[in-house]
């Protein structure tokens, strides 16, 4: 009997299991373009209305992953990579690759642009005039091997299926499956040949997932799945109720980022979650038998400038100045407007509506109300405050950079709503959550 699709949507409308090899199929069909967008889109509402067992999302997985080239490294030390479920001033990345390289790793980091309110790796680094963001394989992993990481985008080799699927999923309400957003984030990540991932789920009121229990929920999910893939995984929750770095806006941010490399921590909430997740990858990457003495690594990649020559020589190698941490806004845009933002009252910042700033970024052309638009990458936030921190007449709530002052104004009303301050300081809030730390 000839194998049908329509047998495997059905299958699972129905709410039973499909098979390995069914589902090996499909997604070969959702590759080479013989399954139909309507086939494609009656599987993925299946999907999200029935769900699937672990065996199936690590069959889908796999299956996805598969339909394009996978690497295969043969190199003296680790590959490793993180993802982040994103949020707002969320930098980690481009700090984190050269510093795990510093420490014995080696990156292929596949990276994203912007989804929703949240910034996107990619995004920051088209900010760098010249940097080459989706290289071919051959340059990604001539850069790998030389420089110890390189942070770029999905190629069209790698995972096809998924980009077929995830435009489906956007257009017919199926964004949401928690199947279907594993699959999707680890098809990419075990294409790339990985020993070890790392996942960051973010939780608050910036980050896509409000409630605590549904970011643990889905980072169980994902170290669930990877590791039945073969591949040691580790997750944190980390807070995501303030933003992240100081800076949300993409050149903004590079700035930042190489700052932090240099030695300055403007943000310590941002340098604590970067430690975390490096820790705990050189302790999966067996590099490190404690996290006293990954942290010790770290530390000393860090104070030496091996972490930021580490950046500095994935820059240059992939098409970007050989000197921007030395000049940044040499090279970096900066826009024409720069607006200072101070509280009405004065007192300590209470809470922040973290997703109200992402939005007021894009708002500013730092980001995408579509897939098409073209982004600012000089536009943004900077100098934030955080909350806990006091703001009056010598200490503004933020800095706006903007195309002209009708822009920067609208900005200002929209950062004006996002703060409340009060006299007395706000409850701590946990920053991170170990996975294995969660009853």
Same mark, same amino acid.
């Given at each position: 009997?000839?194998?049908?699709?329509?047998?495997?949507?059905? *299958?699972?409308?129905?709410?039973?299991?499909?098979?390995?090899?069914?589902?090996?199929?499909?997604?070969? &069909?959702?590759?080479?373009?013989?399954?139909?967008?309507?086939?494609?889109?009656?599987?993925?509402?299946?999907?999200?209305?029935?769900?699937?067992?672990?065996?199936? $999302?690590?069959?889908? /997985?796999?299956?996805?992953?598969?339909?394009?080239?996978?690497?295969?490294?043969?190199?003296?030390?680790?590959?490793?990579?993180?993802?982040?479920?994103?949020?707002?001033?969320?930098?980690?990345?481009?700090?984190?690759?050269?510093?795990?390289?510093?420490?014995?790793?080696?990156?292929?980091?596949?990276?994203?642009?912007?989804?929703?309110?949240?910034?996107?790796?990619?995004?920051?680094?088209?900010?760098?005039? &010249?940097?080459? #963001?989706? @290289?071919?394989? /051959?340059?990604?992993?001539?850069?790998?091997?030389?420089?110890?990481?390189?942070?770029?985008?999905?190629?069209?080799?790698?995972?096809?299926?998924?980009?077929?699927?995830?435009?489906?999923?956007?257009?017919? /309400?199926?964004?949401? #499956?928690?199947?279907?957003?594993?699959?999707?984030?680890?098809?990419?990540?075990?294409?790339?040949?990985?020993?070890?991932?790392?996942?960051?789920?973010?939780?608050?009121? &910036?980050?896509?997932?409000?409630?605590?229990?549904?970011?643990?929920?889905?980072? $169980?999910?994902?170290?669930?799945?990877?590791?039945?893939?073969?591949?040691?995984? $580790?997750? %944190?929750?980390?807070?995501?109720?303030? @933003?992240?770095?100081?800076?949300?806006?993409?050149?903004?941010?590079?700035?930042?980022?190489?700052?932090?490399?240099?030695?300055?921590?403007?943000?310590? *909430?941002?340098?604590?979650?970067?430690?975390?997740?490096?820790?705990?990858?050189?302790?999966?990457?067996?590099?490190?038998?404690?996290?006293?003495?990954? $942290?010790?690594?770290?530390?000393?990649?860090?104070?030496?400038?091996?972490?930021?020559?580490?950046?500095?020589?994935?820059?240059?190698? %992939?098409?970007?100045?050989?000197?921007?941490?030395?000049?940044?806004?040499?090279?970096?845009?900066?826009?024409?407007?720069?607006?200072?933002?101070?509280?009405?009252?004065?007192?300590?910042?209470?809470?922040?509506?973290?997703?109200?700033?992402?939005?007021?970024?894009?708002?500013?052309?730092?980001? *995408?109300?579509?897939?098409?638009?073209?982004?600012?990458?000089?536009?943004?936030?900077?100098?934030?405050?955080?909350? &806990?921190?006091?703001?009056? /007449?010598?200490? @503004?709530?933020?800095?706006?950079?903007?195309?002209?002052?009708?822009?920067?104004?609208?900005?200002?009303?929209?950062?004006?709503?996002?703060?409340?301050?009060?006299?007395?300081?706000?409850?701590?809030?946990?920053?991170?959550?170990?996975?294995?730390?969660?009853?």
């Amino acid at each position: 009997m000839d194998w049908l699709a329509q047998e495997v949507i059905r *299958r699972k409308r129905d709410g039973r299991e499909l098979s390995a090899e069914d589902i090996q199929r499909f997604v070969a &069909g959702i590759a080479d373009g013989s399954i139909s967008e309507g086939q494609v889109a009656a599987f993925a509402m299946a999907v999200l209305l029935r769900g699937m067992t672990v065996d199936e $999302r690590v069959a889908l /997985a796999l299956a996805m992953r598969d339909s394009g080239r996978v690497l295969f490294w043969d190199l003296p030390g680790p590959v490793v990579d993180k993802h982040s479920t994103g949020g707002v001033g969320d930098l980690v990345s481009l700090v984190l690759a050269p510093l795990l390289a510093a420490c014995g790793c080696f990156v292929p980091m596949i990276s994203g642009r912007g989804l929703g309110h949240t910034g996107g790796t990619l995004d920051k680094l088209d900010s760098i005039p &010249g940097y080459l #963001s989706q @290289p071919d394989l /051959a340059r990604l992993s001539e850069v790998v091997r030389e420089v110890g990481c390189a942070i770029i985008g999905q190629t069209a080799e790698l995972a096809p299926a998924d980009k077929r699927l995830y435009a489906i999923r956007d257009v017919t /309400a199926t964004v949401e #499956s928690v199947d279907l957003i594993v699959a999707s984030i680890l098809s990419k990540k075990l294409a790339a040949g990985l020993d070890v991932l790392l996942i960051d789920v973010k939780a608050g009121n &910036g980050a896509f997932m409000d409630n605590p229990a549904d970011a643990q929920a889905l980072a $169980r999910a994902i170290v669930e799945v990877a590791r039945g893939a073969g591949v040691e995984t $580790r997750a %944190l929750i980390t807070d995501m109720s303030q @933003p992240l770095a100081r800076t949300a806006g993409n050149a903004l941010e590079v700035e930042e980022a190489i700052a932090l490399l240099k030695g300055e921590v403007r943000s310590p *909430r941002l340098w604590d979650v970067t430690l975390a997740l490096a820790e705990e990858t050189l302790l999966a990457a067996g590099l490190a038998d404690s996290r006293g003495a990954a $942290r010790e690594q770290l530390i000393a990649a860090w104070r030496s400038g091996e972490a930021l020559a580490r950046f500095s020589r994935m820059i240059s190698a %992939l098409g970007g100045p050989v000197d921007l941490v030395e000049r940044p806004w040499a090279y970096l845009p900066a826009a024409p407007v720069v607006m200072v933002v101070h509280a009405p009252i004065e007192g300590l910042v209470q809470t922040i509506d973290t997703r109200a700033l992402g939005l007021a970024v894009i708002a500013l052309g730092g980001g *995408r109300r579509r897939p098409e638009d073209c982004i600012d990458p000089a536009v943004g936030l900077a100098a934030l405050a955080f909350p &806990g921190e006091r703001v009056d /007449a010598r200490h @503004p709530l933020a800095v706006i950079h903007a195309v002209d002052r009708a822009a920067a104004e609208r900005a200002a009303q929209a950062l004006l709503a996002a703060y409340r301050i009060e006299a007395q300081a706000p409850e701590q809030t946990t920053l991170i959550t170990r996975l294995e730390d969660v009853a």
